[in-house]
Protein backbone atom coordinates (compact mmCIF):
# COMPACT_ATOMS: atom_id res chain seq x y z
CA UNK A 1 0.00 0.00 0.00
CA UNK A 2 2.59 2.42 1.02
CA UNK A 3 4.64 2.12 -2.38
CA UNK A 4 1.84 4.34 -3.86
CA UNK A 5 2.45 7.37 -2.06
CA UNK A 6 5.18 9.18 -3.58
CA UNK A 7 6.41 11.41 -0.33
CA UNK A 8 8.27 13.83 -2.53
CA UNK A 9 5.30 15.20 -3.39
CA UNK A 10 4.07 15.89 -0.32
CA UNK A 11 7.16 18.57 0.56
CA UNK A 12 7.79 21.78 -0.45
CA UNK A 13 11.49 21.40 -0.38
CA UNK A 14 14.19 18.19 -0.50
CA UNK A 15 17.06 17.05 1.54
CA UNK A 16 19.49 19.08 2.87
CA UNK A 17 17.66 21.99 0.26
CA UNK A 18 15.41 22.50 3.00
CA UNK A 19 18.31 24.65 4.91
CA UNK A 20 17.35 27.84 5.98
CA UNK A 21 19.91 29.96 3.55
CA UNK A 22 23.24 30.74 5.15
CA UNK A 23 22.64 34.42 5.38
CA UNK A 24 19.21 34.05 7.03
CA UNK A 25 20.75 31.79 9.30
CA UNK A 26 23.04 34.51 10.38
CA UNK A 27 20.81 36.80 11.02
CA UNK A 28 18.68 34.17 13.06
CA UNK A 29 22.26 33.53 14.97
CA UNK A 30 23.39 37.49 15.45
CA UNK A 31 24.12 38.32 19.07
CA UNK A 32 23.86 34.84 20.25
CA UNK A 33 26.66 33.17 19.16
CA UNK A 34 29.23 33.83 21.45
CA UNK A 35 27.62 31.79 24.78
CA UNK A 36 30.11 29.18 25.53
CA UNK A 37 29.83 30.06 29.11
CA UNK A 38 30.90 26.45 30.05
CA UNK A 39 34.60 25.51 30.22
CA UNK A 40 33.86 22.39 29.26
CA UNK A 41 31.96 22.93 26.23
CA UNK A 42 35.09 22.17 23.54
CA UNK A 43 33.16 22.90 20.09
CA UNK A 44 29.83 25.55 20.09
CA UNK A 45 28.19 27.26 17.37
CA UNK A 46 31.08 30.21 17.13
CA UNK A 47 32.52 28.59 13.98
CA UNK A 48 29.23 26.93 12.41
CA UNK A 49 30.74 23.33 13.03
CA UNK A 50 29.17 20.07 12.34
CA UNK A 51 28.49 18.76 15.93
CA UNK A 52 28.69 20.22 19.67
CA UNK A 53 31.43 18.61 21.93
CA UNK A 54 31.67 18.72 25.55
CA UNK A 55 34.58 17.58 27.21
CA UNK A 56 33.73 14.78 29.68
CA UNK A 57 36.69 15.20 31.98
CA UNK A 58 38.01 11.75 31.49
CA UNK A 59 40.26 12.46 27.86
CA UNK A 60 36.85 11.67 25.46
CA UNK A 61 34.42 13.81 24.58
CA UNK A 62 31.04 13.95 24.43
CA UNK A 63 29.31 14.53 20.62
CA UNK A 64 25.98 15.89 20.08
CA UNK A 65 24.15 16.87 17.09
CA UNK A 66 20.90 16.67 15.13
CA UNK A 67 19.12 16.83 11.37
CA UNK A 68 16.28 16.67 9.58
CA UNK A 69 14.67 17.36 7.04
CA UNK A 70 11.77 16.92 4.34
CA UNK A 71 11.38 13.78 1.51
CA UNK A 72 14.48 13.54 -1.11
CA UNK A 73 13.40 10.54 -2.64
CA UNK A 74 9.80 8.84 -2.82
CA UNK A 75 10.46 5.92 -1.26
CA UNK A 76 10.50 5.71 2.34
CA UNK A 77 12.31 3.07 3.53
CA UNK A 78 15.31 5.36 0.83
CA UNK A 79 14.29 8.52 2.85
CA UNK A 80 14.56 7.12 6.45
CA UNK A 81 18.32 5.30 5.50
CA UNK A 82 19.51 8.80 3.96
CA UNK A 83 17.98 11.10 6.35
CA UNK A 84 20.04 8.53 9.28
CA UNK A 85 23.00 8.43 7.13
CA UNK A 86 23.14 12.28 7.04
CA UNK A 87 22.36 12.55 10.51
CA UNK A 88 25.08 10.47 11.68
CA UNK A 89 27.86 11.91 9.28
CA UNK A 90 28.19 14.76 11.50
CA UNK A 91 29.67 13.14 14.00
CA UNK A 92 32.00 11.25 11.72
CA UNK A 93 32.89 15.33 10.13
CA UNK A 94 33.97 15.45 14.11
CA UNK A 95 36.58 12.55 13.77
CA UNK A 96 34.32 10.77 16.23
CA UNK A 97 32.25 7.55 16.81
CA UNK A 98 28.82 7.31 17.11
CA UNK A 99 27.34 5.79 20.30
CA UNK A 100 23.47 6.90 20.31
CA UNK A 101 20.89 7.94 17.71
CA UNK A 102 17.11 8.86 18.50
CA UNK A 103 14.63 9.67 15.76
CA UNK A 104 12.94 12.85 15.10
CA UNK A 105 9.48 12.94 13.15
CA UNK A 106 6.94 14.92 11.62
CA UNK A 107 3.92 13.14 9.94
CA UNK A 108 1.06 14.63 7.83
CA UNK A 109 -1.38 12.08 9.76
CA UNK A 110 -4.06 13.55 7.47
CA UNK A 111 -2.68 12.50 4.56
CA UNK A 112 0.05 9.50 4.57
CA UNK A 113 -0.60 6.53 6.81
CA UNK A 114 1.21 5.54 9.67
CA UNK A 115 2.89 2.74 8.13
CA UNK A 116 4.88 4.84 5.39
CA UNK A 117 6.29 6.57 8.47
CA UNK A 118 7.17 3.22 9.65
CA UNK A 119 9.11 2.42 6.21
CA UNK A 120 11.02 5.31 7.49
CA UNK A 121 11.96 4.40 10.92
CA UNK A 122 12.64 0.78 9.10
CA UNK A 123 15.15 2.22 7.03
CA UNK A 124 16.69 4.49 9.81
CA UNK A 125 17.06 1.62 11.84
CA UNK A 126 19.31 -0.75 8.97
CA UNK A 127 21.80 2.77 8.93
CA UNK A 128 22.30 2.72 12.35
CA UNK A 129 22.53 -1.17 12.62
CA UNK A 130 25.48 -0.64 9.81
CA UNK A 131 27.00 2.04 11.80
CA UNK A 132 26.89 -0.38 15.43
CA UNK A 133 24.19 2.20 16.75
CA UNK A 134 20.98 1.94 18.59
CA UNK A 135 18.11 3.28 17.31
CA UNK A 136 16.53 4.38 20.82
CA UNK A 137 13.60 6.23 20.47
CA UNK A 138 12.72 9.48 20.07
CA UNK A 139 9.84 11.62 19.48
CA UNK A 140 7.05 12.52 17.17
CA UNK A 141 4.49 15.44 16.09
CA UNK A 142 1.57 15.68 13.49
CA UNK A 143 2.80 18.28 11.32
CA UNK A 144 2.09 19.37 6.98
CA UNK A 145 4.58 18.06 5.78
CA UNK A 146 6.57 15.09 6.27
CA UNK A 147 10.00 15.27 8.23
CA UNK A 148 12.40 13.09 9.39
CA UNK A 149 15.78 12.89 11.13
CA UNK A 150 18.50 11.74 13.97
CA UNK A 151 19.48 13.38 17.18
CA UNK A 152 22.85 11.58 17.25
CA UNK A 153 25.61 11.61 20.08
CA UNK A 154 28.65 9.92 19.49
CA UNK A 155 32.67 10.02 21.38
CA UNK A 156 36.21 10.78 20.61
CA UNK A 157 39.85 11.07 22.04
CA UNK A 158 39.92 14.77 22.44
CA UNK A 159 43.59 14.49 20.76
CA UNK A 160 41.47 13.07 17.43
CA UNK A 161 38.83 15.86 17.83
CA UNK A 162 38.33 17.28 14.42
CA UNK A 163 36.62 20.22 13.55
CA UNK A 164 36.47 22.79 10.44
CA UNK A 165 38.62 25.42 11.23
CA UNK A 166 42.66 24.25 11.36
CA UNK A 167 43.40 24.44 7.63
CA UNK A 168 47.12 25.84 7.02
CA UNK A 169 48.27 27.33 4.26
CA UNK A 170 49.78 24.64 2.17
CA UNK A 171 47.56 22.21 3.01
CA UNK A 172 45.65 20.58 0.56
CA UNK A 173 41.86 19.94 -0.09
CA UNK A 174 40.18 16.49 -0.48
CA UNK A 175 36.11 16.00 -0.79
CA UNK A 176 35.54 12.07 -0.58
CA UNK A 177 31.87 11.90 -2.79
CA UNK A 178 30.85 13.45 -6.32
CA UNK A 179 28.76 16.46 -6.19
CA UNK A 180 25.65 16.57 -7.92
CA UNK A 181 22.94 15.34 -5.84
CA UNK A 182 21.04 18.40 -5.67
CA UNK A 183 20.97 18.33 -9.27
CA UNK A 184 19.50 14.65 -9.91
CA UNK A 185 16.91 15.10 -6.58
CA UNK A 186 15.52 17.81 -8.44
CA UNK A 187 14.91 16.30 -11.90
CA UNK A 188 13.26 13.52 -9.68
CA UNK A 189 11.01 16.05 -7.83
CA UNK A 190 10.13 17.27 -11.59
CA UNK A 191 9.55 13.85 -13.09
CA UNK A 192 12.57 14.22 -15.47
CA UNK A 193 15.17 11.66 -13.80
CA UNK A 194 15.44 8.76 -16.07
CA UNK A 195 15.19 5.05 -14.82
CA UNK A 196 18.83 4.36 -15.70
CA UNK A 197 19.78 7.20 -13.52
CA UNK A 198 17.64 6.56 -10.41
CA UNK A 199 20.20 4.96 -7.94
CA UNK A 200 23.20 7.35 -8.84
CA UNK A 201 22.28 9.97 -6.17
CA UNK A 202 20.74 7.29 -4.05
CA UNK A 203 24.08 5.30 -3.92
CA UNK A 204 25.81 8.38 -2.97
CA UNK A 205 23.49 9.31 -0.32
CA UNK A 206 23.17 5.88 1.62
CA UNK A 207 27.01 5.30 1.88
CA UNK A 208 27.94 6.40 5.49
CA UNK A 209 31.19 8.51 6.26
CA UNK A 210 32.51 6.03 8.47
CA UNK A 211 35.96 7.35 6.76
CA UNK A 212 35.77 10.74 8.85
CA UNK A 213 35.73 8.39 12.12
CA UNK A 214 39.62 6.97 11.08
CA UNK A 215 40.91 10.48 10.12
CA UNK A 216 40.20 11.32 13.16
CA UNK A 217 43.92 9.76 14.20
CA UNK A 218 45.75 11.43 11.63
CA UNK A 219 47.30 14.59 13.17
CA UNK A 220 48.50 15.55 10.04
CA UNK A 221 44.55 16.19 8.63
CA UNK A 222 44.16 19.98 9.99
CA UNK A 223 40.34 20.59 9.20
CA UNK A 224 37.06 18.40 8.67
CA UNK A 225 33.61 19.05 7.66
CA UNK A 226 30.81 17.30 5.38
CA UNK A 227 29.49 19.13 2.54
CA UNK A 228 25.17 19.28 2.72
CA UNK A 229 22.94 22.23 1.87
CA UNK A 230 25.22 25.25 1.78
CA UNK A 231 27.24 23.49 -1.51
CA UNK A 232 30.74 22.55 -1.71
CA UNK A 233 31.28 26.56 -1.72
CA UNK A 234 29.48 27.29 1.54
CA UNK A 235 30.92 24.88 3.47
CA UNK A 236 34.21 25.22 1.92
CA UNK A 237 33.97 29.08 2.87
CA UNK A 238 33.01 28.22 6.30
CA UNK A 239 36.89 25.85 7.04
CA UNK A 240 38.39 28.79 5.13
CA UNK A 241 36.97 31.56 7.93
CA UNK A 242 37.21 29.21 10.36
CA UNK A 243 41.22 28.90 9.58
CA UNK A 244 41.23 32.37 8.62
CA UNK A 245 42.74 31.20 5.74
CA UNK A 246 41.45 31.32 2.09
CA UNK A 247 41.40 28.38 -0.85
CA UNK A 248 42.34 27.93 -4.35
CA UNK A 249 40.14 25.28 -6.40
CA UNK A 250 40.32 23.76 -9.49
CA UNK A 251 37.47 23.58 -10.89
CA UNK A 252 38.08 20.42 -13.50
CA UNK A 253 39.42 18.38 -10.04
CA UNK A 254 36.29 18.23 -8.49
CA UNK A 255 34.82 14.92 -8.04
CA UNK A 256 31.04 14.84 -9.71
CA UNK A 257 28.82 12.01 -9.83
CA UNK A 258 28.32 11.71 -13.42
CA UNK A 259 29.79 14.27 -15.34
CA UNK A 260 27.68 13.89 -18.47
CA UNK A 261 24.75 13.07 -16.74
CA UNK A 262 24.93 15.97 -14.73
CA UNK A 263 25.47 18.51 -17.53
CA UNK A 264 22.36 16.43 -19.29
CA UNK A 265 19.79 17.49 -16.34
CA UNK A 266 21.09 20.95 -16.05
CA UNK A 267 20.46 21.38 -19.69
CA UNK A 268 16.84 20.68 -18.69
CA UNK A 269 17.14 23.24 -16.35
CA UNK A 270 17.31 20.80 -13.41
CA UNK A 271 18.76 23.05 -10.86
CA UNK A 272 17.73 23.12 -7.06
CA UNK A 273 16.23 26.44 -5.58
CA UNK A 274 19.09 25.84 -2.61
CA UNK A 275 21.10 26.76 -5.97
CA UNK A 276 20.52 30.51 -5.96
CA UNK A 277 19.73 30.58 -2.10
CA UNK A 278 23.14 29.90 -1.90
CA UNK A 279 25.23 32.11 -3.94
CA UNK A 280 22.56 34.77 -2.87
CA UNK A 281 24.60 33.93 0.54
CA UNK A 282 27.88 33.75 0.20
CA UNK A 283 28.54 34.71 -3.56
CA UNK A 284 30.43 37.33 -2.81
CA UNK A 285 33.06 35.77 -0.77
CA UNK A 286 33.93 33.74 -3.86
CA UNK A 287 35.02 33.97 -7.49
CA UNK A 288 34.90 31.67 -10.07
CA UNK A 289 35.79 31.79 -13.61
CA UNK A 290 32.31 30.69 -15.39
CA UNK A 291 29.41 31.63 -13.97
CA UNK A 292 28.23 28.21 -14.91
CA UNK A 293 30.76 27.11 -12.24
CA UNK A 294 28.05 27.96 -9.53
CA UNK A 295 25.43 25.06 -10.82
CA UNK A 296 27.97 22.56 -9.07
CA UNK A 297 29.94 24.57 -6.24
CA UNK A 298 26.88 25.83 -5.06
CA UNK A 299 24.30 22.75 -5.50
CA UNK A 300 22.81 21.82 -2.36
CA UNK A 301 24.37 18.43 -1.28
CA UNK A 302 22.38 15.83 1.01
CA UNK A 303 24.29 13.20 2.71
CA UNK A 304 28.12 14.31 1.14
CA UNK A 305 30.98 13.68 1.00
CA UNK A 306 33.60 14.34 3.73
CA UNK A 307 35.97 17.85 2.86
CA UNK A 308 39.94 17.66 4.61
CA UNK A 309 42.47 19.99 4.66
CA UNK A 310 45.96 18.14 4.39
CA UNK A 311 49.29 18.91 5.30
CA UNK A 312 51.02 19.12 2.21
CA UNK A 313 53.77 17.00 3.76
CA UNK A 314 51.51 14.23 4.24
CA UNK A 315 49.73 13.95 1.00
CA UNK A 316 51.59 10.67 -0.38
CA UNK A 317 50.92 8.76 3.13
CA UNK A 318 47.11 10.47 3.27
CA UNK A 319 46.17 8.86 -0.17
CA UNK A 320 47.65 5.61 0.43
CA UNK A 321 45.43 5.32 3.57
CA UNK A 322 42.71 6.79 1.61
CA UNK A 323 43.05 3.78 -1.01
CA UNK A 324 43.23 1.42 1.86
CA UNK A 325 40.06 2.55 2.97
CA UNK A 326 38.28 2.20 -0.32
CA UNK A 327 39.08 5.80 -1.57
CA UNK A 328 41.11 4.33 -4.62
CA UNK A 329 41.02 7.41 -6.84
CA UNK A 330 41.11 10.47 -4.08
CA UNK A 331 42.39 13.14 -5.45
CA UNK A 332 43.35 16.70 -4.30
CA UNK A 333 40.97 19.14 -5.67
CA UNK A 334 42.77 22.17 -4.13
CA UNK A 335 45.24 23.90 -1.73
CA UNK A 336 44.58 26.38 1.74
CA UNK A 337 47.02 29.56 0.54
CA UNK A 338 47.25 32.80 2.52
CA UNK A 339 44.15 34.76 3.75
CA UNK A 340 42.35 36.94 0.74
CA UNK A 341 39.85 39.37 -0.14
CA UNK A 342 37.61 36.45 -1.24
CA UNK A 343 37.80 33.19 0.59
CA UNK A 344 37.08 30.74 -2.46
CA UNK A 345 38.59 31.19 -5.93
CA UNK A 346 38.57 28.67 -8.51
CA UNK A 347 40.20 28.50 -11.52
Not at 222 to 244: K, R, Y
Amino acid sequence: MEMNYKLTQYSHGAGCGCKISPATLDKILEGSVKNNFNPALLVGNEERDDAAVLDLGDGTALISTTDFFMPIVDDPFDFGRIAAVNAISDVYAMGGTPILAIAILGWPIDKLPPEVAGKVIDGAKEVCKLAGIPLAGGHSIDSPEPIFGLAVNGRVRIENLKKNGGAKTGDFLFLTKGLGVGILTTAQKKDLLLSDHANIALESMTKLNIFGEKVGALSYVHALTDVTGFGLAGHLTEMMEASNTSARIEFEAIPVLNKEIINYYLEKGCIPGGTKRNYASYGHKIEVSADSQLNILCDPQTSGGLLMAVDKLHIEEFILFANENGFQNLKPIGTVIDEQIKRVSVS
